[in-house]
């Protein structure tokens, strides 16, 4: 490379101009920006899941151009942070506080993104945070298996671009599935994507699910978001239709057009 002290003006010129187009470019290329919120408390599992996808969402982003971050602290969920970014993560965990609750809702009620998956969605009878549970479709967690194991899945729409690519009924590696009561099928603004196929039944050995309406993957169409009840262990990620849904499910969030 030249050095610069002996470069002439000109040339000084088209290399800040070169410089400033290539700049300019790479931040056109990146469509949209996402931040993804984790935790290392909790189950240990929950944060193995949290630190693969972390990886992968990186990977991506240099593949589908666009900005991503990850972080464990959660006061930046706040109004002015949230206001940069086209969506939110949530990997392992859910606000601390009223003030980054408060936040949340009204990035979401503005038209914010967001990927939540398996823990982060945790609600039971005794959740306070009613706009939540509304905003999850009113889906109550119920019960679980237990261990964590792998288990067929059946796609409801594939026309969707979340699951696009994706086989009809495939495996999904080991994971400790959530069944809802009410389901959150059951509401109208609901759309679900993904099913636990009945075929699994009975699944669990120490905790056994047994029969009924499992949706797994879903979205409130009343929001932009998107709710994956996948994310337990290292081993989420593993497999071709695992690593395909969740980009796809990133790319549907920051590109609502498609």
């Known amino acids: 490379m030249p050095r610069i002290r002996n470069m002439p003006f000109a040339a000084l010129l088209v290399l800040a101009f070169a410089f400033v187009v290539m700049s300019s470019a790479h931040a056109q290329?990146?469509?949209?920006?996402?931040?993804?919120?984790?935790?290392?408390?909790?189950?240990?599992?929950h944060s193995d899941f949290a630190r693969q996808a972390i990886e992968f969402f990186s990977e991506a982003a240099g593949r589908d151009h666009f900005q991503f971050r990850a972080t464990t602290d959660w006061?930046?969920?706040?109004?002015?942070?949230?206001a940069r970014m086209q969506v939110v993560v949530?990997?392992?965990?859910?606000?601390?506080?009223?003030?980054?609750?408060?936040?949340f809702e009204g990035y979401m009620?503005?038209?914010?993104?967001?990927?939540?998956?398996?823990?982060?969605?945790?609600?039971?009878?005794?959740?306070t945070w009613r706009w939540f549970v509304d905003f999850l479709g009113g889906a109550v967690f119920f019960a679980n298996n237990w261990p964590p194991l792998p288990a067929t899945l059946h796609v409801d729409d594939p026309t969707h671009p979340v699951v696009k690519g994706l086989p009809r009924s495939f495996l999904a590696p080991a994971n400790e599935?959530?069944?809802?009561?009410?389901?959150a099928r059951a509401n109208p603004d609901v759309k679900v994507l993904l099913t636990l196929d009945p075929s699994n039944y009975p699944l669990g050995f120490k905790d056994r699910l047994l029969s009924g309406d499992c949706p797994l993957v879903w979205t409130n169409t009343k929001y932009r978001m998107l709710y994956v009840n996948i994310g337990h262990g290292d081993k989420a990620m593993s497999t071709p239709e695992m690593r395909t849904l969740f980009e796809n499910s990133l790319l549907w969030l920051g590109r609502p057009a498609n």
Do not use: C, I
């Open 177 to 183: 599935w959530y069944v809802w009561k009410p389901s």
């Open 90 to 103: 949530w990997l392992n965990g859910q606000p601390n506080t009223a003030e980054e609750g408060a936040a």
């Open 29 to 45: 290329n990146a469509t949209f920006r996402v931040l993804a919120f984790w935790t290392t408390d909790g189950e240990v599992d």
């Open 75 to 82: 006061k930046e969920m706040n109004p002015e942070t949230l």
């Open 109 to 127: 009620n503005h038209g914010g993104g967001w990927l939540g998956t398996h823990v982060s969605g945790y609600n039971d009878r005794s959740t």
